[in-house]
């Protein structure tokens, strides 16, 4: 999106503060649940924009939205960081923009957790809104960017966000990765965060996998989003492997495209029409420096710090069944309490239900102190 286009709220400023979670600035935002906006959620709405850093290290800042169901909560009031799954790459596509103009596919999700009193923040990512390219699948700035969310939520002025209540992590598909991402990073880069738990729903943990079955399919354009996040995040130009065609298309979704759009205007996208030399782009995964980058974003090589429920749908038909299944096997050969449960909703959207009825009770059991079970 060119800087005319973006609204000035989300332009970061020439210095940024000092810490981690420090929030930037913020203003009142809403969160409809229909595109004719005629239907409010629940809740106080902030949005933010916050400091985080990215996958080197480097201090950069990210927007998201904070909201403070008008529920009451008995106690501290629990928080959750929702990551959202996959948005696109465009500014457009930004969660706290799409909650704003009722255009938000995870609303309901995102309601669910606010009808229980619990405070709710939704972190944007690295480039999705503010400048430069969405890092689309990047394991750390994803992870680091909803940890930070928790902190800037907690530190937001005027919120009715608890200091002592319970926090967790809730994530579905990109969301499931950011989810697992954050509950592997959260011993060193937060731990003073006391999370309770993670909801890790169809995780993208394996790109190799996740490529292959992606690759013509009816989200064919969801890899396009990878090698555009990847190449952005390490330095790479994926230009260069690209036809004319392919660039025209990777502009489109760059720039204009959200998921919904996306998927109805390019089903079925091959990667081999794409690019210059008609191979495709698959190849590219199992040479330098492509396997090294996706090598560095595979899940399950860390030990969560917290419990983790992981849910999967059989009949997924964008992310392996097998994807969320080795994840569980792996974590729990680490030694980390996982539940893993399987459902047989047909197709990854429909099973973001599943994960959703799944998750309230599991949480209800993490805030109240209850043992988490485990499957490993």
């Given at each position: 999106?060119?800087?005319?286009?973006?609204?000035?709220?989300?332009?970061?400023?020439?210095?940024?503060?000092?810490?981690?979670?420090?929030?930037?600035?913020?203003?009142?935002?809403?969160?409809?649940?229909?595109?004719?906006?005629?239907?409010?959620?629940?809740?106080?709405?902030?949005?933010?924009?916050?400091r985080t850093t990215d996958r080197t290290g480097k201090p950069i800042?990210?927007?998201?939205?904070?909201?403070?169901?008008?529920?009451?909560?008995?106690?501290?009031?629990?928080?959750?960081?929702?990551?959202?799954?996959?948005?696109?790459?465009?500014?457009k596509c930004a969660p706290s923009r799409q909650m704003d103009e009722?255009?938000?596919?995870?609303?309901?999700?995102?309601?669910?957790?606010?009808?229980?009193?619990?405070?709710?923040?939704?972190?944007?990512?690295?480039?999705?809104?503010?400048?430069?390219?969405?890092?689309?699948?990047?394991?750390?700035?994803?992870?680091?960017?909803?940890?930070?969310?928790?902190?800037?939520?907690?530190?937001?002025?005027?919120?009715?966000?608890?200091?002592?209540?319970?926090?967790?992590?809730?994530?579905?598909?990109?969301?499931?990765?950011?989810?697992?991402?954050?509950?592997?990073?959260?011993?060193?880069?937060?731990?003073?965060?006391?999370?309770?738990?993670?909801?890790?729903?169809?995780?993208?943990?394996?790109?190799?996998?996740?490529?292959?079955?992606?690759?013509?399919?009816?989200?064919?354009?969801?890899?396009?989003?990878?090698?555009?996040?990847?190449?952005?995040?390490?330095?790479?130009?994926?230009?260069?492997?690209?036809?004319?065609?392919?660039?025209?298309?990777?502009?489109?979704?760059?720039?204009?495209?959200?998921?919904?759009?996306?998927?109805?205007?390019?089903?079925?996208?091959?990667?081999?029409?794409?690019?210059?030399?008609?191979?495709?782009?698959?190849?590219?995964?199992?040479?330098?420096?492509?396997?090294?980058?996706?090598?560095?974003?595979?899940?399950?090589?860390?030990?969560?710090?917290?419990?983790?429920?992981?849910?999967?749908?059989?009949?997924?038909?964008?992310?392996?069944?097998?994807?969320?299944?080795?994840?569980?096997?792996?974590?729990?050969?680490?030694?980390?309490?996982?539940?893993?449960?399987?459902?047989?909703?047909?197709?990854?959207?429909?099973?973001?239900?599943?994960?959703?009825?799944?998750?309230?009770?599991?949480?209800?059991?993490?805030?109240?102190?209850?043992?988490?079970?485990?499957?490993?």
């Amino acid at each position: 999106m060119q800087a005319a286009e973006r609204p000035p709220f989300y332009d970061p400023p020439a210095t940024l503060p000092t810490h981690n979670g420090d929030v930037i600035r913020s203003e009142r935002a809403a969160f409809y649940l229909d595109p004719l906006r005629l239907v409010r959620a629940g809740a106080s709405v902030e949005r933010i924009i916050y400091r985080t850093t990215d996958r080197t290290g480097k201090p950069i800042a990210v927007t998201g939205t904070v909201l403070t169901p008008h529920k009451a909560h008995s106690g501290p009031r629990p928080l959750v960081a929702f990551a959202p799954g996959t948005q696109g790459l465009a500014d457009k596509c930004a969660p706290s923009r799409q909650m704003d103009e009722g255009t938000e596919y995870e609303a309901l999700p995102i309601k669910h957790l606010l009808d229980q009193g619990w405070a709710v923040v939704v972190p944007d990512y690295q480039g999705l809104g503010t400048p430069g390219v969405h890092t689309y699948m990047v394991r750390e700035a994803q992870g680091r960017a909803v940890l930070d969310a928790l902190r800037a939520a907690r530190r937001l002025h005027g919120a009715d966000v608890s200091a002592s209540g319970p926090l967790v992590l809730y994530g579905y598909s990109q969301g499931g990765g950011a989810s697992a991402a954050a509950a592997e990073l959260a011993p060193v880069y937060a731990p003073e965060l006391d999370l309770k738990g993670a909801v890790v729903g169809a995780p993208p943990a394996d790109l190799d996998a996740v490529a292959a079955s992606l690759d013509g399919s009816a989200y064919g354009a969801f890899f396009n989003y990878s090698l555009s996040g990847l190449g952005a995040a390490y330095g790479i130009n994926i230009d260069a492997y690209l036809n004319a065609y392919g660039k025209r298309v990777t502009a489109d979704l760059r720039d204009h495209q959200c998921t919904t759009q996306a998927i109805a205007k390019y089903p079925f996208l091959r990667s081999r029409f794409l690019t210059a030399n008609g191979r495709p782009l698959t190849e590219r995964l199992k040479s330098a420096p492509w396997k090294e980058i996706v090598a560095e974003q595979r899940l399950g090589t860390r030990r969560p710090g917290v419990p983790v429920l992981l849910s999967h749908s059989r009949l997924d038909d964008v992310i392996p069944h097998t994807v969320g299944a080795r994840l569980a096997a792996d974590w729990c050969r680490l030694g980390a309490t996982v539940k893993f449960t399987t459902n047989y909703v047909p197709g990854h959207i429909a099973a973001t239900a599943a994960t959703s009825i799944e998750a309230t009770p599991w949480l209800k059991d993490r805030f109240t102190g209850e043992d988490a079970p485990t499957t490993c």
